[in-house]
Structure formats: C-alpha cells, structure tokens
C-alpha cells in the first residue's frame, strides 16, 4: 500500500481574491483528489491510499501532483504541477519520503515560486496491524485498508483503436560524457521516424545541449510502435566517413509502454555501427516521450531533495560488451583540517563515484588524522562520472555532521584513452599519487562563461578557503572478482614516506599599485596566504608578515579610487614548508612556456584580418618555427625520478609522445587553414597540461575591510615557482611584474563593479636559491618595527586620561596595547636605531586630492531661548549630522586652492525665505528627525546651510608631483611633535581642529639583519607565538618581554581574542619616479546589437591607467559607435625601473559605457590589454589600430573595439619638444586619430535578391570599414 500524507502549500505570489486551492495525485492512471481549502497558504494534512495489489513499486514509478483553484470564475484555474518519483522508498521501503517545499512548474516547465509539502510512505501489511493508534494526518491506515477502492487489475494499458490515432514523440537533449575522440566538435542527430533532427554544435568530450525536439504523428498505433528512433553522435570537424562517434537506436513501442510512456532523464551508451564489440564510445543524457490523445507527459524535473543516482541504468545494446574495473583508493592520511578555531575535528572521508558513496572510519579529536584504509569502487569502462568527489566531514553531530572541505579529482587528467595521439597508443587506466589532494571550502569563486567543454559542474565546484590535504592513492584493476569494499591497511606503510619530506619555501610579493576600486569609507590591507600560511587568523602557526600596512582609499578624479602607495611599496614574506615537487613543476612550466608562446602567436596571427596581408606568411612561418623549437626541447625525464609516481611516468611517456608529434607536424604544414591548424594544436597541448598532483595550494591575496575578507585573487602556484634548472623551467610571472583583477566571492559585491585591480611581482622558491634575491631592478627594501602613542584632550589638557578602551601605545587600528618596552627583534635581526617620529603621509592625504572643485558647507544652528526669541545654539555650526565644526569665517583656505564667491545662504530646498529650516529637538542627540520650512510655536531649533564652492590652483606642478612632494616632507614647522588630529576612527589632519578631541603619532624603529645566513633576510621575519605560548604556560603574565608587543590577551591560549600580534613592516621604497605619456587611439566598436537592443543609447569610452581614467565624447544613439578620438595621459609617475616597465607595463582598461535619457550610466564590458611602451622616441612607430574584445561580467565576449595605445617615457628631450602631443591633430574640442593610423573606408555594395518570411526587420546599405589591422 503507498500512503501520501499531503500537509501544506504555498502560493506566491498570493491571489486575490482568496483561491480555494484543491490538490490532485495520480499515481498508475487513478487520480486522486484533496478537500478543498482556502488561503494561499493551504494546510490539508490528509492522507491519500493506493493499493498495490500484485504491482510493487518499480524504479520508474512517481507520483504526479497538481494544484488547482477551484474558486475560479472559470472552471478551474491551474497553479502548478510536480512529479515525486518514488525511487527512495523502493531502496528503503521502511523509511519515510520526506518532501519537503517541492517546487512547482507552470504551463511552460518553468519553475514557479509556489510549493507543496509532502509525506509518502510504503506500507506492508505487517505496518497496517502495528498501527494501532490513529494517525492525527488523516485517516487511519486500518480504515484505509479497508476501503474499497477500484484499481486495474492488470499492468496492461488502456486499449488502442485500430484506427489512426494523434501522438507526439519529444527527445530532450542534456548533455554528453566521456564521447571517444580528440578535439572533437560533437552534434547530436535525432532521427524520429525518419525525420531528421539536430542539435548545435559544441566543443570536447563532455559537452552540454539541451535542446528538445517534437515530431507529431497520425498512424496507427501498431504501425506507430514498430517506427525507430535512431540517436547519432557525430563529430562535426572529422570527414564524413569517420565522423560518427556512437549511436543509440530503439523503437516508439519501448518507450510508449514504459512507465509514464517515457524514458526520464536516462543515460544511452553509445556504440560504432559496425563494431559494437569495441565497446561503449561516450554516454548520452536524454528524456523520451511517446505520448497519445490524454497522456499526460511525465515532469521532467530535476529533483533537489534527495533522490541520489546510487543506481544508474545504462540503456544499450545487448551486443555491446560490458567492460567492468575496480577502482581502488588507499586513504593513508590527512594534514590541517582546521574547520572552527580552537577546536579539534572528528574528521571522516566521503568520496562519490556515479552517486556512490563510501567513508572512511572516523578519527576523534584530531587535524591530522591517519586513517590506513582502502575504498574499492565497480566501475564501467569508459566510466560515466567524470569527477570522483571527496568530502571531508567533521562527525562532532552524529546526524548532521559539518562539511571540513572538498576535493575533486578529474578521471580525464589522470587517465588517457590513446585519442591525444595519432597513431599506436593505448592510454592507460586511471591512477593517482601516492601525492597530496588540496581541500577547500567556504565560499566559493563567482561563475565564469568558459570555453565549451572546459565547464565544470557546480557540484564539484570547491570552496576558496584551504582546509587542509589528503594523502591518497589510486589504482585500477580490470579483474574478475570483487574485493571488500572497505578494507584496513597495514599499519607498516613506508613506501609512501619518502613523498612527504618537507623542504622550506619562501613567498615574496611586492604591491606595486591598486586602482579601480570601490569607495571604501574605512582603512584596507592585503593579506597573502598559501595554504594555512599567512593567515593571521589561524593561530596554530607562526605569525608571519604576511598583510600590508592599513591604508585609505583616494578618489581618483573620474569614478574609481586608488590606494596611494606612491614611492613606498609594501612588501609580504611568508615562509612554508611543503614536500619537494620542483620535478613535476618544472616539466609542468616548460609545457607552460611551449603553450603561451604558441598562443601568443595565434593571437598575433588572428588579429591579421586581411588574408593578403604580406606579414600574414611570416606570422605563420615564425609560429612554425618556435612550435618546432619547443617542441623538440625534451621534458625533465620521470623514469628514474624516485619521487615519480606512476600517473607521473605516464603522463611524462603521454608528453613526450605528443611533442614529438607535433614537431613533426610543424615541420610538414603547409600555409593552408592556418588559424584551424594551430588552434587545433593549441587544444591538443591544453589536454595534456593539468597537474592533478599540484601539492602546493594557490596562492591567495586577500583584500580586507572591516577585518572582513571582502575580495579575492587566486595565483597558480607553479606561475610564480622559482627553479634553479633556469628561466624555462621556472614560472613564466616568477620574479616578473603581473595584474591581477581582484573578484568578490560569488553571491557578493555589486554588479560590474571591480574590487581592485592590481600590480604585484611575486616569487615563490626554496629559502636556500634566495640569496640573492632582486625582484626588480631599483628599489631599497628596509623592515620597520610601527607602533602608535595616543592621547585624549581631557580638561583641556592632552593626556592618557579620556582614552578609555583606547591603549596609550597601540597599532594602527588602536586595538592592541603596544607599549615600546614589549618590542624585541626577532630572532636573525637587530635594531638600526632609535625610536622616531615618522609621520604616515599616505594616511593623511587630502581626500580631495583629485578634484578640480569642492564644495563645502558650514550648518547655522538657532535654539529658543525662555522668552521664546532665537539664539546661538550650544554648538552654533554644525556638519549636516550635527557633528560640531569651526565657524564659516574661520574656515581657511587650504593651500593650493582659492575661492571665487563668499558664503551664501543655500535657498534651493525646503527652506523659508532666509534659508531657515525648524524642527522639535529630540533627546538624547537633541537633533529633530524631521525638519519644516514653516515655523511652528513648538519648534525649538533651526538651521540654515551656508555653502561655497573652493577652485583648486592650476600651478605650475601636476598633482601627481604636489603629492610626491607632499608625501617626502620631514617635520614641517608647527608640527614638531609629529602628532594627528581627530575623532579616533575618522580621517586625521595634522593641523589640530576645534573640535579635536583625540591625536596621535607613529613611532618607527628600523630593523637590519644580523649576518648572511645564504638565505633572504626577510625570510627571517618569523613570529614565535606558538612555541612561546607553550613555553610561558605555567609562568606570570608579566616575567617576560615578549616579542613584537605581544598584549597579554594573547599569552592566554584559552581566551577568545584572536587578533594577530603585531609584526614588523616590510617597504620598497623608490627614490627617482619617472614620468610617462599615454596615447589612447580609439576609433570604433562593433558587433554591440544583442537581442536585448537593437542600438546603443548614449555610448562613450572610459580608459582607466593606473590611478588616471579620462573619458571619450559621448555620441548618439547607434549600434557602431565611431569616436575616431585620442585619449592623452601626460605626467604619469612609474616607480619602477623604464626596462621592468617595458617588459610587463601596466594593462590599459577600456570601458565600454551607455548613458540613458536621465544621465545614468551602466557598463556594457571591458577590453584589456598592454600598451606598447617607447623608452627612446627615435625608435617610436604608431602602433597599428587592433579589433580587441569587449567582455561583460560574467567572461562572455560580446563586441569588439577598434583601437590601440603607447606608452611613452617622458625624457628631458621629449620635455622640451613636446613631439608626440603635436602630432594629434584637434578638431572640436577634442584630440582626433593621427592620419598615418585613421583606419581607410571603403564603399560597398549589398544586393539581397530575395528576402522571405522576415518580420519587423529592414535592410541597410552602409559603409563597410576596414581597419589597418
């Protein structure tokens, strides 16, 4: 007996009038029905019985649940329906399904925001006499079973005229896996009685269709029944005669008289035509109908409450064979499996093959758990899942264990099918390790579009936060007999030690700049981790000086904020200790290098549009030529490599092999169908490039505000790996300046809105091959002990007094006691001098510092005295949240500014005639919430705004050379002392404010290291907080002077603060800037009409460099914008050494902008890419005008722009020329395109001779414009 409880819906939005909602249920063709309430929120919890009779529950069978408004005018009004498929109670028959808020769908399949609350049980006879008891959801399951109730007798369906009958056949497509080739371009062919259908093309093994297609019939059903369905797949870039892939084939008769007339959502195997012995080729994902006049089609509905795919059906042919294999897992062990602070885990390990799942034994309290045990999955060859899923679980709650983090493994990159390579290769099984698997969790990265066939699912999509390793193997067998599923390893496991010897490394980053960002009211840092190390919040590690000094945010002028780093860089080391991998990443790195060149010259190669182009040829040839010469560099050998794993040795053999091949083919291609061939192998190097066996986790750089990780960038790290075989074998962004464009973490930040953008030069390596490190070719890297001495004005008098919570010595923030005593160098480092007064200037800057104009504004304040006459208020001028200030006649001037007009009344409000607002003071503030331009007997306070407007002075310095100087001054006069004036938490000044109530000053003291050690000295900057802590655990607080000011909040282990220590300051300071001028040459942009709209409102470009951002005019209306303008950046300060500029110069941003009617302006996409850089003018060649894509938020390309730019080095000779500014003509008001690069217009002729079946379209005749490029 099936007995469904059906308790509750909810219908959103609600309707109105109030419905009277009644739920039906089919289940076998019997349609039962509920009583009928009304609310939108409906609440039945009324039971519904079937019996079964001599038909027990299949895998197929389901419940078919719709809800309707019997209330309606008309005779019913449909809300929803949804398909419950039945599948878990056939697995557990005695527990009870649980549906909880299943949503339903409309007319069209899609999903609506109504649901319905369920409860389906499978009852046996032995249930019904235990149920004594009545059930309070309904009627009980004895009278249930007593009821008499008409069901079919047999499993035969209704009876079929003889007669021609209507039906309809639907074949939904989702998706393709493990199809058998290299580089392929699959289409799905459906054929439905002959008729031919066809799906679009997509790219790899593994790609994603859904489309579904309709064919109608009128037959006779048994003529019907005897027509086929025949399902190809075909690659689409091979020849005709090789170009099918597998095929599927059945007749409409199987598929009518399965359950529900359907096959729902179920996987095909594929196989050749003319050898099905060869086996499966690939597995296809479809839902199948065959629907006559009152079948009611099945919904095809992903569920999301639970019912796993434990047991998948493969439907094939009987001929096929069937390729079995035992995929082995040796868990040995896991590192660092921190989930919660100060907490130990009781981890367990889940991993998921093709929805089953198998766990380990669970350890107890502990992060590194040793679990010896070997996990044994029945596979079928070619395996259906391409990822094998690992959890690891904290089991502290036994029902509802918390999730440590994840991993997953591709079955692609650590096997191969022989298809990479032409000719006698074999492959191999998979195979795995014995190596580290790095896990993740949190929050995860936001989606990107990818290339098609480079999608990976949401559902093995890790988390960004690093949540420790586990230590695994796995091996493949083809066998006939099956052993134990779970199985304990022998404890005397020593093969495996000698992978996890660990060697010491040293992470250097160097922040050279960070623009384009967001308006952040408080200070930012940056931190920078690998793994645990460097993350100031994990206290089981050595404090490391792994974040940046807290710095402001400063307008840049246009729309974008910069942080205002200048001449003094910071710097970040972070040492950690990892196992030895420089084998695998330096053949990892040569495959790297041999592929970025190779694309780099397709790039080149594509962006020559016209196929006359002389330079067409040479292009090609010199891709030819260095793809040979890669290739023919031999990879580092594995073979007698004693850390070399198995996959390691197989994929080096799989390497080489397809080297060799393609220095072969570079050698014989011919000029024809350039751009495919090279693409061609561009794809076969990117199949052959991902390391499963990393080891080393990405590094991270986190951007925080408000002691929240707001943003993120995530770097290979391999990219930035130094290797001492030479430049090659290194990372190719190792010790090299590289961008990165910092992203939120999905579900966060606002639309088209970048967090940072970024300029940093990394370098990652073994502490022994740092010596003699120099990242950059100028700068002094020098290391500073910071802390700040505070003090409150109490009484008039500056003092300790009136600081409260605040320390007397503290760090920036104010939130750790600092007093000078408690600093001692670290081990390795002494003091270079005393403690001084150093001002922080890039604290201090002026926020206005990029705008040409400011207004300020002083509030007038009146309160009634006891006669009821006006007067000064107790604060006579206020800001506009009450907030004392200095009277509008003592306002001064700041320097470099002036004022046209005086102080004047503003009247362009709700204001009386003299610019008086009233309102009712309300305590505590004394402020009125609500103010009135009309007086009122009652009122007790007025205002009025006095506002001006100030100009700044155009000097003869730009603002850039204002704030270096600015930024280099010393102790100027009036501020001996060297203190900043302000409310703790808002922006200080030097000059004391009337209504200053606290001040500070910064006291540095300057570190050097002791004596060379063979390593870099910043390497040396190690806290010692775990050791100390242990070491001071039985002894008083105050016997000891710890090391860099340790408050005794932190000597406590037990105590909940888990704010870092304070740690030393690592800067590059660059003493000589050299000045820059930027030509931005902008002429169109095209391929914009999407199906959104069909012109562009109000286009314009935004060019962003650094801190500098100008814009183009913006034109009218039009879906090919033409701007034909030049953009000119002069006096832009670079730190760096000209040849570091030269050889990775800072990215050029175009924004691509629309303004609407009333002036709002929203993103339409980016296009980013590097000037070119002229360090002597003599040299200097316009650059050629590119086609450069324009990318929206989530990576889709959609448009191009027409464009190109140069960075120039501003020299003493260029300063007194002038000549690249003269050579841009001016044409109304604005720089227009040189003519040796003004792109050349041709006219063309269009002829359409026939045109049929369009609507609401027209046909244009227009100019034709062909680039240079």
């Known amino acids: 007996m099936l007995r469904l409880v059906v308790q509750s819906a909810k219908i959103d939005p609600p309707l109105a009038p109030l419905p009277r909602p009644c739920m039906s249920i089919d289940f076998r063709d019997i349609k039962k029905r509920t009583r009928v309430v009304e609310g939108n929120d409906p609440v039945w919890n009324e039971t519904l019985i079937w019996h079964l009779w001599n038909r027990p529950l299949e895998n197929d069978s389901f419940l078919q649940v719709t809800l309707q408004d019997m209330g309606s005018q008309k005779k019913e009004r449909f809300i929803g329906l949804a398909t419950v498929l039945l599948k878990p109670l056939l697995k557990q028959p005695s527990e009870v399904l649980f549906v909880k808020d299943l949503t339903l769908l409309n007319h069209s399949m899609k999903p609506t925001d109504c649901t319905v609350t369920l409860q389906v049980a499978h009852m046996s006879n032995q249930d019904i006499e235990k149920t004594g008891a009545e059930d309070h959801l309904g009627i009980t399951a004895r009278e249930a079973a007593s009821q008499k109730l008409m069901v079919p007798g047999s499993t035969a369906h209704r009876a079929l005229s003889s007669k021609p009958q209507h039906f309809q056949v639907r074949v939904k497509v989702f998706e393709a896996r493990q199809l058998m080739g290299n580089n392929i371009k699959p289409v799905v062919k459906v054929s439905i009685a002959g008729q031919q259908h066809q799906t679009r093309i997509k790219m790899g093994n593994n790609p994603f269709f859904n489309e579904i297609f309709f064919q109608n019939f009128h037959e006779v059903p048994a003529k019907f029944f005897d027509e086929t369905i025949l399902i190809q797949v075909v690659n689409s870039s091979a020849m005709r005669y090789k170009a099918e892939i597998g095929r599927f084939q059945t007749d409409i008769g199987f598929i009518y008289h399965s359950p529900g007339h359907t096959l729902l959502r179920k996987w095909l195997g594929l196989c050749q035509p003319n050898n099905p012995g060869s086996g499966v080729t690939g597995y296809l994902k479809v839902t199948i109908y065959a629907l006559g006049v009152g079948d009611q089609a099945l919904i095809d509905q992903k569920l999301l409450y639970g019912t796993d795919d434990t047991d998948i059906q493969i439907f094939k042919s009987a001929v096929v064979p069937i390729n079995m294999a035992y995929l082995q897992l040796f868990i040995y062990c896991a590192e660092d499996l921190h989930l919660k602070k100060h907490q130990s885990v009781n981890p367990q390990l889940e991993v998921e093959l093709i929805g089953e799942k198998l766990r380990t034994h669970m350890q107890t309290q502990t992060d590194n758990p040793i679990w010896n045990q070997i996990l044994t999955f029945r596979i079928q060859l070619p395996c259906l899942s391409s990822y094998i899923k690992f959890r690891v679980l904290d089991c502290r709650k036994k029902d509802c264990p918390d999730e440590i983090g994840t991993a997953s493994l591709s079955l692609n990159q650590i096997s191969s099918t022989g298809e990479e390579i032409e000719g006698v290769y074999s492959g191999f099984l998979p195979c795995f390790g014995p190596s580290f698997l790095t896990l993740h969790g949190g929050k995860k990265a936001p989606f990107r579009i990818q290339e098609e066939g480079a999608c990976i699912p949401d559902s093995v999509r890790d988390g960004l936060a690093y949540r420790g390793r586990v230590f695994l193997e796995l091996i493949t067998q083809i066998k006939s007999y099956q052993d134990s599923t779970i199985k304990d390893l022998s404890h005397e496991v020593t093969r495996i030690e000698k992978h996890q010897n660990r060697q010491k490394y040293g992470l250097c980053v160097i922040f050279l700049s960070c623009t384009m960002m967001p308006n952040f009211k408080e200070l930012i840092h940056f931190e920078v981790s690998i793994g645990h190390y460097g993350n100031k919040m994990d206290l089981n590690y050595k404090p490391l000086v792994s974040s940046t000094p807290y710095s402001p945010v400063i307008y840049d002028g246009n729309i974008y904020h910069y942080v205002p780093w200048y001449n003094t860089k910071p710097v970040v080391a972070v040492t950690s200790n990892w196992e030895d991998v420089s084998f695998r990443m330096n053949c990892l790195n040569l495959l790297h290098?041999?592929?970025?060149?190779?694309?780099?010259?397709?790039?080149?190669?594509?962006?020559?549009?016209?196929?006359?182009?002389?330079?067409?040829?040479?292009?090609?040839?010199?891709?030819?030529?260095?793809?040979?010469?890669?290739?023919?560099?031999?990879?580092?050998?594995?073979?007698?490599?004693?850390?070399?794993?198995?996959?390691?040795?197989?994929?080096?053999?799989?390497?080489?092999?397809?080297?060799?091949?393609?220095?072969?083919?570079?050698?014989?291609?011919?000029?024809?169908?350039?751009?495919?061939?090279?693409?061609?192998?561009?794809?076969?190097?990117?199949?052959?490039?991902?390391?499963?066996?990393?080891?080393?986790?990405?590094?991270?750089?986190?951007?925080?505000?408000?002691?929240?990780?707001?943003?993120?960038?995530?770097?290979?790290?391999?990219?930035?790996?130094?290797?001492?075989?030479?430049?090659?074998?290194?990372?190719?962004?190792?010790?090299?300046?590289?961008?990165?464009?910092?992203?939120?973490?999905?579900?966060?930040?606002?639309?088209?809105?970048?967090?940072?953008?970024?300029?940093?030069?990394?370098?990652?390596?073994?502490?022994?091959?740092?010596?003699?490190?120099?990242?950059?070719?100028?700068?002094?890297?020098?290391?500073?002990?910071?802390?700040?001495?505070?003090?409150?004005?109490?009484?008039?008098?500056?003092?300790?007094?009136?600081?409260?919570?605040?320390?007397?010595?503290?760090?920036?923030?104010?939130?750790?006691?600092?007093?000078?005593?408690?600093?001692?160098?670290?081990?390795?480092?002494?003091?270079?001098?005393?403690?001084?007064?150093?001002?922080?200037?890039?604290?201090?800057?002026?926020?206005?510092?990029?705008?040409?104009?400011?207004?300020?504004?002083?509030?007038?304040?009146?309160?009634?005295?006891?006669?009821?006459?006006?007067?000064?208020?107790?604060?006579?001028?206020?800001?506009?949240?009450?907030?004392?200030?200095?009277?509008?006649?003592?306002?001064?001037?700041?320097?470099?500014?002036?004022?046209?007009?005086?102080?004047?009344?503003?009247?362009?409000?709700?204001?009386?005639?003299?610019?008086?607002?009233?309102?009712?003071?309300?305590?505590?503030?004394?402020?009125?919430?609500?103010?009135?331009?009309?007086?009122?007997?009652?009122?007790?306070?007025?205002?009025?705004?006095?506002?001006?407007?100030?100009?700044?002075?155009?000097?003869?310095?730009?603002?850039?050379?204002?704030?270096?100087?600015?930024?280099?001054?010393?102790?100027?006069?009036?501020?001996?002392?060297?203190?900043?004036?302000?409310?703790?938490?808002?922006?200080?000044?030097?000059?004391?404010?009337?209504?200053?109530?606290?001040?500070?000053?910064?006291?540095?003291?300057?570190?050097?290291?002791?004596?060379?050690?063979?390593?870099?000295?910043?390497?040396?900057?190690?806290?010692?907080?775990?050791?100390?802590?242990?070491?001071?655990?039985?002894?008083?607080?105050?016997?000891?002077?710890?090391?860099?000011?340790?408050?005794?909040?932190?000597?406590?282990?037990?105590?909940?603060?888990?704010?870092?220590?304070?740690?030393?300051?690592?800067?590059?300071?660059?003493?000589?800037?050299?000045?820059?001028?930027?030509?931005?040459?902008?002429?169109?942009?095209?391929?914009?009409?999407?199906?959104?709209?069909?012109?562009?409102?109000?286009?314009?470009?935004?060019?962003?460099?650094?801190?500098?951002?100008?814009?183009?005019?913006?034109?009218?209306?039009?879906?090919?914008?033409?701007?034909?303008?030049?953009?000119?950046?002069?006096?832009?300060?670079?730190?760096?050494?000209?040849?570091?500029?030269?050889?990775?110069?800072?990215?050029?941003?175009?924004?691509?902008?629309?303004?609407?009617?009333?002036?709002?302006?929203?993103?339409?996409?980016?296009?980013?890419?590097?000037?070119?850089?002229?360090?002597?003018?003599?040299?200097?060649?316009?650059?050629?005008?590119?086609?450069?894509?324009?990318?929206?938020?989530?990576?889709?390309?959609?448009?191009?722009?027409?464009?190109?730019?140069?960075?120039?080095?501003?020299?003493?000779?260029?300063?007194?020329?002038?000549?690249?500014?003269?050579?841009?003509?001016?044409?109304?008001?604005?720089?227009?395109?040189?003519?040796?690069?003004?792109?050349?217009?041709?006219?063309?002729?269009?002829?359409?001779?026939?045109?049929?079946?369009?609507?609401?379209?027209?046909?244009?005749?227009?100019?034709?414009?062909?680039?240079?490029?």
């Open 593 to 1269: 290098f041999t592929r970025d060149r190779l694309k780099a010259n397709l790039d080149t190669l594509k962006s020559t549009r016209n196929p006359k182009d002389p330079a067409l040829l040479y292009q090609w040839e010199k891709l030819l030529r260095e793809l040979a010469e890669d290739c023919k560099r031999p990879l580092p050998c594995m073979t007698y490599q004693p850390k070399a794993t198995s996959l390691d040795r197989k994929r080096w053999q799989l390497r080489s092999l397809l080297l060799q091949e393609l220095a072969q083919k570079a050698k014989q291609a011919k000029p024809k169908d350039m751009v495919a061939t090279a693409e061609d192998w561009l794809y076969r190097l990117n199949t052959v490039l991902p390391e499963p066996q990393m080891g080393l986790p990405d590094v991270m750089i986190w951007l925080v505000a408000k002691e929240q990780r707001v943003a993120y960038a995530q770097v290979p790290a391999h990219s930035v790996l130094f290797s001492p075989a030479g430049a090659l074998h290194s990372g190719r962004l190792c010790g090299k300046i590289q961008t990165l464009f910092l992203q939120y973490p999905e579900g966060e930040g606002q639309k088209d809105v970048l967090p940072a953008h970024l300029r940093v030069c990394m370098w990652l390596g073994n502490v022994t091959d740092s010596k003699d490190l120099q990242l950059l070719r100028q700068g002094d890297t020098a290391v500073y002990a910071e802390m700040y001495e505070n003090q409150a004005k109490y009484k008039d008098q500056w003092g300790q007094q009136g600081l409260y919570h605040c320390p007397n010595f503290s760090d920036v923030m104010g939130n750790k006691t600092l007093p000078m005593t408690d600093f001692q160098p670290p081990l390795g480092w002494h003091w270079q001098d005393s403690w001084t007064v150093e001002p922080q200037r890039r604290l201090l800057l002026d926020i206005d510092i990029n705008k040409s104009q400011v207004l300020e504004e002083v509030y007038e304040n009146q309160g009634r005295d006891t006669r009821g006459a006006w007067g000064p208020a107790a604060i006579p001028n206020t800001d506009v949240n009450g907030q004392p200030m200095e009277a509008r006649e003592n306002v001064k001037c700041p320097q470099g500014w002036h004022f046209k007009k005086d102080w004047v009344v503003e009247l362009n409000h709700a204001v009386d005639s003299k610019g008086w607002e009233y309102g009712v003071g309300i305590p505590p503030s004394g402020l009125p919430q609500v103010w009135s331009p009309v007086e009122k007997t009652y009122h007790s306070c007025r205002r009025r705004r006095w506002a001006r407007v100030r100009f700044r002075n155009h000097g003869e310095l730009s603002h850039e050379q204002e704030t270096l100087s600015f930024l280099q001054l010393g102790l100027a006069k009036g501020e001996e002392e060297g203190w900043e004036y302000d409310t703790f938490g808002s922006k200080f000044h030097l000059n004391p404010q009337p209504q200053s109530r606290f001040r500070r000053r910064c006291w540095r003291r300057r570190l050097a290291p002791n004596k060379d050690k063979g390593i870099a000295p910043i390497f040396l900057l190690e806290g010692s907080l775990a050791m100390d802590l242990k070491y001071h655990a039985g002894k008083e607080e105050d016997s000891k002077t710890w090391p860099w000011g340790l408050d005794r909040q932190f000597r406590d282990p037990q105590r909940q603060d888990t704010r870092p220590p304070n740690l030393p300051f690592i800067y590059c300071t660059f003493n000589k800037p050299h000045y820059y001028q930027l030509f931005c040459y902008i002429y169109q942009a095209r391929n914009l009409v999407s199906n959104q709209i069909l012109t562009f409102q109000g286009p314009f470009i935004r060019v962003v460099f650094l801190n500098h951002s100008q814009c183009t005019q913006t034109l009218r209306s039009s879906a090919g914008p033409t701007w034909a303008q030049t953009l000119i950046f002069q006096h832009l300060l670079l730190y760096e050494n000209p040849q570091d500029t030269k050889e990775s110069p800072p990215l050029v941003v175009l924004e691509l902008w629309q303004r609407d009617f009333w002036g709002k302006e929203s993103l339409w996409g980016r296009s980013v890419w590097p000037p070119m850089v002229w360090l002597d003018l003599q040299d200097r060649i316009l650059p050629p005008m590119r086609w450069h894509p324009l990318v929206k938020e989530l990576g889709k390309e959609e448009g191009e722009i027409l464009a190109s730019c140069e960075l120039i080095l501003q020299t003493e000779k260029l300063g007194e020329k002038q000549l690249p500014i003269l050579s841009v003509p001016w044409k109304n008001g604005a720089y227009t395109l040189p003519k040796s690069i003004q792109p050349t217009i041709k006219r063309m002729a269009i002829e359409a001779s026939e045109a049929v079946g369009f609507r609401n379209s027209y046909l244009r005749t227009d100019e034709a414009r062909q680039g240079s490029g």
